[in-house]
């Protein structure tokens, strides 16, 4: 850097030979003296240390030599002013370089340090050199630190001590000393400076590594080349890439200070690279938990291994990936991969395949399908030489040996690698999979996934997959899935938002469009809140299918808030190895309380709730349905809840607390509750009242229990003697178990308000 020769500023004083009179005897400043004909100063050309230079003797206290030329003063410029000189006889004084400071306005900046320190000349003949650095800066190494104010100088030399003496004075040179301070100006080191050679094969790892313990707060320059690293760096100073690196696919390349996708693709010359590289550092350090995308776009041609990536199978500290998106590219190396064996199944092994033909070609990870097999079961793992399977749950009904179909989709980000991967989340990415692939395949085991603010746009067939328990107290917020199946009819669809194996799920403010279904759930503890989830089609009479779907029977959980739009929640227990009631906890623990339900151009045998037992003997074991909103739209349904009977019905002479109320019914034909509260009349005097709940019990159900009954107005006798009497209760008659019989003792007539409940409470 030369600001002579960058900028064309003029530094150098006139020679002495160009004339006395341009060199002042005072400050320099016009109308100041000149040396020309001063009987103290002569131009002497044939002095034989000085090509040309000024002879003058010491008269004033402080004899100045200075330039009338303004050298300019910018900041960043350094300059060095040079002067030698030689004592010729008489007294010797001490030489300093000085200057006048001046502002723009012409008057001088007192406030400037405008001399150097002085150097005594101790012989005569003795060529002496002195110097000194004047710049606007305060660095360390600058004589004179002038600050912003001065914006030029007029520049010399000052003779001090005693009068008398003859000196001559060399011209004096003044020149761009910004280079000596470059490498202090500069907030960067350049690690060319410490061997490397960029050349594509020799290994500048260890130039790096000094690069960065001598940069002390300064950024690395990488320039223009191709370094190879063979070994794991680490960068603890801010980094700035020009040129590229390459590294062993097992090599790690860590940056302390630049942790983003920015740096990292800038340093392997691709996104994709790039978001390979800074996703394995996001496990080795410590000093970032975070990998910020930096709002960049990364192009997938196929699915990202994170554990064969990462070279782990275990993690458990918090990592979190944010701030970009992934988008998928056509390619083969999305297309799933399907595998067709024969296998034996025995419900006393409930998660276990047995004597699986071609099993080293089934991949782990594969969703298995086969008549008995419930919705999304997949392969857990595989033992070759056992010949066995293991599954992510039980099948409800494949006892025997029969043909299973293995399918095993691709994802964006697989995490299937894993056997234990915790504390992972995922914040604000877009998943572009654009009907090409899968987005995201969590880890066999783990806690607390965690899914924030993210798209999952058009996977092809699923947007989180769990194969195990990775999903155990999984986090699902303010996401979107948007289906590549929005244009179907909803019957014909087989994408689903998300499956759930694990315990404890939190699935909070979603919206979720138009899949074959927002969420496949086993496991309990899980918070369903305030989703929207729709599923319609634009058929004029359409098909309705499962929004949300609970496998077990006793789910412990809570569906609150949500608006559940053109489909409806099922609970069944399709992952039971033996689906039949042994005694187990059967159906209860479910809460749906306080959502809107919608429907439009449904038929009539279109429900909201939908109970769907796999095997017999099971019963409503707590239940409540309560404060929702059930409304159907261009169309009318028959009733807003039933029991799948296909295979098998539930026993309603077992219900135990069910809680059906405060729900609002438009457009349905049949309101339920319980209790129910009906009002009967009895017009002639009978014994026996057989008093109907008609429709209002929940699924169909019998009655189980009457908690009251209540005159209204005087029940007499048959000779109209009013009597003052209470009846007993059989519950459980008439052709449906859906009649109460009061039964009084005597012949009455009258009006009663009976309240009945389809189920015993406590």
């Known amino acids: 850097m030369n600001k002579a020769i960058t900028d064309g500023l003029v530094l150098m004083p006139p020679t002495f030979s160009a004339g006395l009179n341009l060199w002042s005897r005072g400050d320099g400043t016009p109308g100041s003296g000149s040396y020309q004909g001063q009987a103290n100063a002569a131009l002497v050309t044939n002095d034989q240390d000085f090509a040309g230079c000024l002879e003058v003797q010491k008269v004033d206290a402080v004899q100045k030599v200075r330039s009338f030329a303004q050298t300019p003063m910018q900041p960043g410029l350094y300059l060095r002013v040079t002067a030698r000189v030689k004592a ?225 199978t275990s993690f458990t500290s918090r990592r979190v ?32 395949l047995t004597g699986v033909a071609n099993v080293a070609n089934i991949p782990v990870g594969a969703l298995v399908e086969g008549t008995g097999v419930g919705r999304e079961v997949y392969v857990r793992s595989k033992n070759v030489g056992a010949g066995t399977v293991q599954l992510s749950q039980p099948l409800w009904g494949a006892a025997g040996t029969r043909t299973y179909t293995f399918k095993r989709f691709k994802y964006m980000l697989d995490f299937g690698g894993f056997e234990l991967l915790s504390r992972f989340e995922i914040e604000d990415v877009e998943f572009n999979a654009l009907g090409l692939c899968s987005c995201v395949l969590l880890p066999v085991t783990g806690l607390t996934f965690r899914f924030m603010s993210n798209t999952f746009n058009r996977p092809l067939d699923r947007g989180i997959s769990s194969t195990g328990t990775g999903c155990q107290g999984m986090f699902i917020d303010m996401c979107q899935f948007l289906s590549n199946e929005s244009a179907l009819p909803a019957q014909t669809r087989t994408s689903i938002a998300v499956n759930v194996n694990g315990n404890d ?61 053109n489909c409806f929640i099922e609970w069944g227990n399709e992952h039971d190895a033996a689906p039949e009631w042994n005694g187990e906890f059967s159906f209860g623990g479910l809460n749906v309380v306080g959502n809107i339900f919608i429907a439009s151009n449904v038929t009539t045998a279109f429900r909201f709730v939908v109970v769907k037992p796999y095997g017999p003997g099971h019963y409503l074991n707590g239940f409540s349905m309560v404060s929702n ?34 729900n609002s019914f438009n457009n349905v034909t049949q309101q339920v509750m319980n209790p129910v509260v009906v009002t009967h009349t009895q017009n002639t005097a009978a014994d026996t009242w057989n008093v109907g709940a008609g429709g209002f019990i929940p699924f169909d159900a019998r009655t189980r229990m009457v908690e009251a009954v209540m005159p209204e107005g005087p029940i007499i ?42 189920d015993l409470p406590g």
């Not at 690293?229 to 390349?253: H, K």
């Not at 800074?278 to 960049?296: I, V």
């Not at 169309?635 to 809840?641: C, D, P």
């Open 88 to 312: 010729v006889s008489g007294n010797l004084p001490s030489v300093r370089i000085a200057a006048w400071a001046g502002d723009a306005g012409g008057a001088n900046v007192v406030a400037a340090p405008q001399t150097g320190p002085a150097v005594p000349l101790t012989s005569y003949g003795e060529v002496v050199t002195i110097s000194a650095i004047i710049a606007p800066a305060a660095r360390q190494g600058v004589d004179l630190a002038w600050g912003s104010v001065p914006v030029y100088g007029h520049f010399g030399i000052d003779l001090t001590g005693a009068n008398g003496g003859v000196v001559r004075i060399d011209d004096l040179v003044v020149e761009d000393a910004t280079d000596v301070f470059l490498r202090k100006m500069m907030d960067w080191v350049d690690v060319r400076d410490y061997g490397a050679l960029g050349n594509g094969t020799t290994n500048d790892a260890a130039a790096f590594a000094a690069a960065d313990a001598d940069a002390d707060g300064r950024a690395i320059l990488v320039p223009e080349g191709v370094f190879r690293l063979t070994s794991d760096v680490a960068i603890s100073n801010r980094i700035r890439f020009e040129g590229t690196l390459s590294m062993p696919a097992n090599r790690r390349l860590t940056l302390t200070r630049n942790f983003d996708l920015d740096t990292y693709a800038s340093a392997f010359g691709s996104e994709l690279e790039g978001f390979r590289r800074a996703l394995q550092a996001l496990f080795y350090f410590n000093d970032h938990n975070t990998l910020d995308l930096s709002g960049r776009r990364v192009d997938l041609t196929g699915p990202l291994d994170v554990a064969t990536i990462a070279g782990l």
């Open 321 to 352: 990936l944010r701030n970009g998106a992934l988008n998928a590219l056509p390619g083969p190396g999305w297309a799933t991969d399907t595998v067709t064996s024969v296998a034996t199944y025995a419900p006393a092994s409930p998660v276990t």
């Open 629 to 662: 909103s059930f409304r159907v739209v261009s169309a009318t349904t028959a009733r807003v809840e039933m029991v799948d009977t296909t295979l098998a019905s539930l026993d309603f002479a077992k219900s135990f607390n069910v809680r059906v109320e405060g």
């Open 505 to 565: 799920t939190k699935i909070r403010n979603n919206r979720v469009v138009r899949f074959a279904h927002f969420a496949v759930m086993n496991g309990t503890g899980h918070m369903v809140f305030d989703n929207h989830f729709f599923q319609g089609d634009d058929e004029a009479v359409g098909v309705r299918r499962a929004g949300l779907i609970f496998t077990q029977t006793n789910v412990s959980t809570v569906v609150s808030g949500n608006y559940v739009d």
């Open 717 to 758: 006798n048959a000779a109209s003697a009013v009597r003052y009497v209470q009846p007993n209760a059989t519950v459980g008659t008439g052709a449906g178990g859906n009649e109460v019989q009061l039964r009084w003792g005597e012949a009455l007539r009258g009006k009663v308000v009976v309240r009945m409940r389809m």
